[in-house]
């Protein structure tokens, strides 16, 4: 594979390095608009060129497929270029700023015969894997809980007014798109699609910066928070009647998980132990060989569930009365 990689930010600096470990992968070029930041990366991996034009990186004939992490209101249209390139894409999360952006790339994509897969770590890591596969153990399900609270470091100048792009509706921002996706992603790849959704926000400056989710599937509830307003020990359980698994980690990292089984009056405890390896690099290693393959149906597969997040988030956004000016219809 023959990357070029679409911004500079901070999940950029931290793929960088992940992808130094993995075969198959050479990072030929990386596109952003400060060239300055542009020479630095292309020194410190070995990046053979850079562009400070994304149509310059897609016209790179020597591209084969390109790992979009360009602030979130600029996916659909990198993505939309990308297609007409004939580049397969790596999109970060989130895919696009609604279902409707979805629909229209993956169905363009479909066309073209372009592979496209989103880059959201949870559903290639070992120990999310297999506590997934651990929720039958449970018995019925009865609560769900899930909070990633984290105090942003750009909240302190959202509340001076200098409010950066994670805070602008303009940006497809806000704490349900940014933190919160994780854990509905996660909920909706355990549980399907729930049966009604809403969202109970705490909006600032026409933004999202805190709030709940609540996918109701019937039987049970599931409970999302996602902040970047407070902070609070990142926990998340899924609670059966036979046994509880406990994740004391965000659920994009996935470090480790407990499952605790109850019976009677005896508690039987299994710990998983701290993946060895950074969150990106299991999702990198099997991304690469589902492109390497031609796996197109692996890559249907992982586009469903994408469809199925983009679904929910859209859904719970419009619940709050929250409205990118992506959300017009084009």
Same mark, same amino acid.
């Given at each position: 594979m023959k990357l070029g990689i679409l911004g500079s930010g901070k999940i950029v600096k931290e793929v960088l390095p992940v992808l130094e470990e993995i075969e198959n992968?050479?990072?030929?070029? *990386?596109?952003?608009r400060n060239e300055e930041k542009l020479q630095k990366l292309s020194k410190d991996f070995a990046i053979k060129k850079y562009y400070t034009s994304v149509d310059d990186l897609l016209d790179d004939k020597q591209i084969d497929t390109v790992y979009v992490a360009l602030p979130n209101n600029l996916h659909f249209e990198a993505m939309n270029k990308a297609i007409d390139k004939g580049k397969n894409i790596?999109?970060?999360?989130?895919?696009?700023?609604?279902?409707?952006?979805?629909?229209? *790339? *993956?169905e363009k994509a479909?066309?073209?015969d372009v592979m496209i897969i989103e880059a959201i770590s949870h559903r290639f890591i070992p120990n999310a894997v297999e506590a997934k596969k651990m929720i039958k153990d449970l018995g019925k399900i009865k609560i769900? %809980?899930?909070?990633? %609270?984290?105090?942003?470091? /750009? @909240?302190?100048?959202?509340?001076? +007014? *200098?409010?950066?792009?994670?805070?602008?509706?303009?940006?497809?921002?806000?704490?349900?798109?940014?933190?919160?996706?994780?854990?509905v992603a996660f909920a909706v790849d355990t549980f399907g699609l729930?049966?009604?959704?809403?969202?109970?926000?705490?909006?600032?400056? $026409?933004? $999202?910066?805190s709030g709940i989710v609540i996918l109701d599937y019937e039987d049970f509830i599931v409970s999302c928070i996602g902040s970047? $307003?407070? !902070?609070?020990?990142?926990?998340?359980?899924?609670?059966?009647?036979?046994?509880? =698994?406990?994740?004391? +980690?965000?659920?994009?990292?996935?470090?480790?998980? /407990?499952?605790?089984?109850t019976h009677e009056d005896k508690v039987?405890?299994?710990?998983?132990?701290?993946?060895?390896?950074? /969150?990106?690099? @299991?999702?990198f290693v099997e991304i690469e060989e589902i492109l390497r393959t031609h796996d197109k149906n692996k890559v249907h597969s992982l586009l469903e569930k994408t469809r199925n997040y983009m679904d929910v988030i859209t859904k719970?956004?419009? $619940?709050?009365? =929250? @409205? @990118?000016? !992506? +959300?017009k219809i084009r």
């Open positions: 992968i050479e990072v030929h070029a *990386i596109a952003a790596i999109c970060e999360k989130p895919f696009t700023s609604n279902a409707y952006e979805t629909e229209m *790339i *993956i479909k066309q073209k769900v %809980s899930f909070n990633y %609270s984290q105090y942003s470091s /750009r @909240y302190d100048n959202f509340k001076e +007014d *200098i409010i950066e792009p994670v805070f602008l509706l303009e940006n497809s921002g806000g704490a349900l798109i940014d933190l919160n996706l994780y854990n729930p049966k009604n959704v809403k969202y109970f926000a705490n909006i600032s400056k $026409d933004i $999202d910066t970047k $307003d407070s !902070a609070a020990p990142i926990i998340n359980t899924i609670q059966g009647e036979n046994a509880t =698994i406990e994740i004391p +980690d965000a659920l994009n990292n996935f470090g480790e998980f /407990r499952l605790t089984k039987s405890e299994f710990n998983y132990n701290q993946e060895s390896k950074s /969150r990106l690099y @299991y999702e719970a956004r419009y $619940d709050a009365n =929250i @409205y @990118y000016p !992506a +959300d």
